[in-house]
C-alpha cells in the first residue's frame, strides 16, 4: 500500500528516531560493552579536520556547536554541517565587520611553492604532505597518559625563541615589483549571501563567500575539472596559510575597532599566468581561497575555481568551472544533500500522472485510428 | 544557548523576525505580479532542502495564533513526510490548530496536490516547489530564462509541446504542466497533476508557491486566469483514469468516481484504486455512508 497510505506515520518517524539514537550509542555495534561517549573536547581536539570541515561547510564559527552537530549527526559531514545553517537561520545579524586581511593572522602554518625562500621563512606546521600512509597500529589502543605524553614531549621540546605574531604576505613582494595588479577595493558592501539570493551575474563577493562554506567534494571535484584539463589555469600556490585569524568588531559603545576573538582559518593565493594584452603591461592573475578550519584542499581549490570563474567572467565561460552559475549553484552541501535525498519522499501522483502519459502515448502507438477518434471527441 | 538550538530559543515560528518580513514582502510581490518568480534570501531550516523548506517559510512566516493548518503530501494528511512538517511547525508554533478537514483551514501546506474541492475564499494553499521554473527543461541557463520570461519568450516551450505530437502524438508532460498566469508570465506550477491544474483558474482562495533551495516565491492570486499550455486544435487533457471496459474507475473505499486515483498494485497482479486526497475520501465516505 506504501508508506504514505500506512496510518500513524507519527509513530513511524519516532521509532525511526529511536533506532538512530541507538545506533549512534554504539551499542548495536558492541552490546557486550558499550563505547565511552565521546566528549565534544574529544571531537574538536581528535577530529579537528573533521571539525574543522563542518566549521567551514556550515558557515558559522561556533566550535561548540560544530563539535555538538558532529555528534548529532554521527559523523555525517552534511548533516553536521546542516545543523549549523538551521540553527544559525535563527539569529538576525546585528552587524559587520571591516574587510580582515590574512596578513593579520596568527600562522601556524605557511608555505610558498613560488620561491624557495620567503620572507619569514617557509614554516612546515601541522602538515599531513610526507605523510607515509602507513598503519600504526599501536594506535588502535592508545591510552590517556599516551596521548598526554606525546603532549607533555612536544612542549618541553619547544624551543627558546618566540616566533613573531605575524608574517609578512608573500604577494606584497609580487605587487611591490608590479606584477599583480593592485588590490582594489570594492566600493560596494560584500555581499551577504545569508541574506540575498544569488543572481547572476553576481559580484565576485557571492562567489567567494558560496565557495567559502561550500562542501569540499563538490568544490574539489569543480576545481579538479579545471586542473586537469577542462579550463587552462596553471595556478601556483604563491602563499598557502592556515593560522589563527583575529576578528575586530566595533566596540557596542564606542564603535572603535576591537579585537572580539581568533578564527582558526586557511587561506589560498595561487597566481596564475598572466593573459591580459592591450596597451597596460601584463600582470599575473590572482584566484583566492579562505575557509574556516584547517582545511588546506578547500582553500586550494576555491582559489583556482575563483581564477577560473573570473576567466569566464570576462571571456565567458569556455568550461563549466568557469561558469559561475554552473559553480556556484552546485557545491552547497546543504541544497545537493537535500535535494538527493528528497528523491525518497513520495512521489507517487507524480508517477501516476507519468503512467498516464506513457499509457496514452503508447495506445496512439498501438492503434493510431482509434486514438485519433478519441482525440477528436474528447473535448 | 546550546539547548534551546533545534527550535530557535523557542521563538514563535523559528525564524527571526527579520527572516519572516523578508518572505512576507516577497508573497506580497509575488502577488502583486502574478507568476513572475520572486528571488529571496531563503534560510536553511531544520528540515532538509527539498523536503518542502519552500512552502515552510511560507507558512511560518504567515502563521498566526488562531490559524488554523492542514499539511498533505500527496494529498494525504497521515504521509510521513506531511507528519514532520506538522509537528516541526506545531512545536515552533504554540497556539495554532491543525485539521486534516480542507474546509476548515485557514492555511493548507501541500507537496504534490490541490485538494479535490480546490480553495475557498480566504484560504492560503502553499505549495512545496522543486523546479520554480517552467522554462527549465528547454534552457539549463537561469540568466538566459530570466531574459525570455522577461520578453514573454515561450517559443522553446510551444516547440517543446509540438515536437511531442509530431514524435508521440501525445504532450508528454504528465505534471508540472506550464501553465500562463494572468496571460503573461508562465508558471511551473509545482508537480501536481494536470488534473489539478483547472482548480488554478479563477480560484477564490490564494496559491504561494515556494521554492526554498532555488530561493522563489511566486504566486496565482484569487480570481486570476490560470490556463495550461495548449493548441487551439489540440486540447489540455488531464489524466485519465478508465478502467479496462471503458468505465470511469471508483475508489476503493469511498466509491467515488471523481476524484483522483492512487493505483495500487495487487500481489495477485490486479490493481486497486483509491482516493489520493485522505479529506476527500474521508468526506465522501460520511455523506454515502
Known amino acids: 500500500m506504501g508508506y504514505v497510505a500506512i496510518r500513524g506515520g507519527e509513530t513511524a518517524i519516532a521509532e525511526a528516531g529511536r533506532l538512530l539514537e541507538t545506533l549512534r550509542t554504539g551499542a548495536v555495534a558492541a552490546p557486550a560493552a558499550p563505547s565511552e561517549p565521546i566528549s565534544l573536547d574529544a571531537i574538536r581536539g581528535q577530529l579537528h579536520f573533521l571539525h574543522g570541515r563542518v566549521l567551514s561547510e556550515g558557515g558559522v564559527y561556533h566550535p561548540d556547536l560544530a563539535a555538538l552537530a558532529i555528534k548529532q549527526a554521527a559523523g555525517d559531514t552534511l548533516e553536521a554541517a546542516f545543523f549549523l545553517r538551521a540553527w544559525r537561520s535563527t539569529r538576525p545579524r546585528l552587524g559587520t565587520t571591516e574587510p580582515h586581511a590574512g596578513g593579520t593572522m596568527r600562522v601556524i602554518r605557511r608555505i610558498s611553492s613560488a620561491f624557495k625562500e620567503i620572507p619569514g621563512g617557509q614554516m612546515l606546521g601541522p602538515s599531513t604532505d610526507y605523510l607515509q600512509r602507513l598503519f600504526r597500529y599501536e594506535l588502535m589502543d592508545e591510552s590517556p597518559d599516551r596521548l598526554r605524553a606525546i603532549a607533555r614531549a612536544w612542549l618541553r621540546d619547544l624551543p627558546e625563541e618566540r616566533l613573531p605574531d605575524t608574517f609578512p604576505k608573500v604577494l606584497d613582494a609580487l605587487r611591490a615589483e608590479g606584477l599583480l595588479p593592485a588590490p582594489t577595493r570594492s566600493p560596494a558592501e560584500a555581499f551577504d549571501i545569508t541574506r540575498q539570493p544569488l543572481q547572476f551575474p553576481v559580484p565576485r563577493s557571492a562567489a567567494l563567500a558560496t565557495m567559502s562554506r561550500a562542501e569540499q567534494g563538490s568544490l574539489l571535484g569543480i576545481a579538479y575539472s579545471a586542473m586537469r584539463g577542462y579550463g587552462d589555469i596553471h595556478p601556483t600556490v604563491a602563499e598557502l596559510r592556515v593560522g589563527w585569524l583575529p576578528v575586530v568588531l566595533p566596540h557596542p559603545i564606542t564603535g572603535e575597532p576591537t579585537e572580539a576573538g581568533e578564527v582558526l582559518v586557511t587561506e589560498c593565493e595561487t597566481v596564475a599566468m598572466f593573459d591580459r594584452g592591450g596597451d597596460q603591461p601584463p600582470v599575473f592573475n590572482l584566484g583566492y581561497g579562505c575557509c574556516f578550519g584547517h582545511n588546506e584542499v578547500k582553500a586550494i581549490a576555491m582559489s583556482i575555481l575563483d581564477r577560473a570563474l573570473q576567466k569566464g567572467a570576462e571571456d565567458g565561460p569556455a568550461h563549466p568551472a568557469e561558469d559561475a552559475e554552473f559553480v556556484l549553484l552546485h557545491v552547497d552541501g546543504v541544497d545537493s544533500m537535500g535535494f538527493c535525498n528528497h528523491y525518497k519522499l513520495p512521489h507517487y501522483v507524480t508517477f501516476q500522472s507519468d503512467l498516464d502519459r506513457l499509457r496514452a502515448a503508447r495506445r496512439k502507438q498501438q492503434s493510431p485510428e482509434t486514438a485519433e477518434a478519441a482525440l477528436q471527441e474528447t473535448p | ?289
Not at chain 2, 37 to 64: C, D, N
Request: aromatic letters at 8%.
Open chain 2, 1 to 289: 544557548m546550546i539547548q534551546h538550538a533545534h527550535t530557535g530559543d523557542g521563538h514563535f515560528g523559528f525564524l527571526d523576525e527579520f527572516a519572516k518580513k523578508e518572505i512576507r514582502r516577497t508573497c506580497l510581490k509575488a502577488i502583486c505580479i502574478p507568476g513572475y518568480q520572486v528571488p529571496y534570501s531563503s534560510r536553511e531550516m531544520p528540515i532538509a532542502r527539498g523536503f518542502g523548506t519552500g512552502g515552510l517559510q511560507i507558512t511560518l512566516a504567515l502563521i498566526g495564533p488562531g490559524d488554523v493548518l492542514k499539511v498533505i503530501d500527496q494529498g494525504s494528511d497521515d504521509s510521513v513526510n506531511a507528519v514532520n512538517l506538522r509537528s516541526f511547525i506545531m512545536q515552533t508554533c504554540p497556539g495554532v490548530d491543525t485539521t486534516t478537514r480542507t474546509a476548515s483551514a485557514t492555511l493548507i501546506q501541500t507537496r504534490h496536490r490541490v485538494p479535490e474541492v480546490g480553495i475557498a475564499r480566504g484560504q492560503v494553499l502553499v505549495l512545496q516547489v522543486p523546479y520554480p521554473d517552467p522554462l527549465v527543461i528547454v534552457e539549463s541557463n537561469e540568466l538566459r530564462r530570466r531574459a525570455m520570461h522577461a520578453e514573454g519568450d515561450y517559443a522553446r516551450l510551444w516547440v517543446k509541446l509540438y515536437e511531442d505530437l509530431v514524435r508521440f502524438k501525445e504532450i508528454t508532460i504528465a505534471h508540472r504542466y506550464p501553465t500562463r498566469i494572468a496571460g503573461r508570465y508562465v508558471i511551473d506550477p509545482s508537480p501536481i497533476p494536470r488534473w489539478d491544474v483547472p482548480r488554478l483558474h479563477r480560484s477564490p482562495g490564494l496559491f504561494l508557491f515556494g521554492a526554498g533551495r532555488e530561493k522563489k516565491i511566486y504566486a496565482v492570486p484569487p480570481f486570476t486566469d490560470a490556463d495550461p499550455l495548449s493548441f487551439d486544435d489540440v486540447p489540455f487533457r488531464v489524466e485519465e483514469f478508465r478502467a479496462t471496459d471503458g468505465g470511469r474507475l471508483t475508489c476503493a473505499r469511498c466509491g467515488s468516481h471523481e476524484s483522483f486515483l492512487d493505483e495500487i498494485p495487487l500481489p495477485d497482479g490486479g490493481k486497486r484504486h483509491q482516493c489520493s486526497d485522505s479529506d476527500w475520501c474521508a468526506r465522501h465516505r460520511e455523506d454515502h455512508a
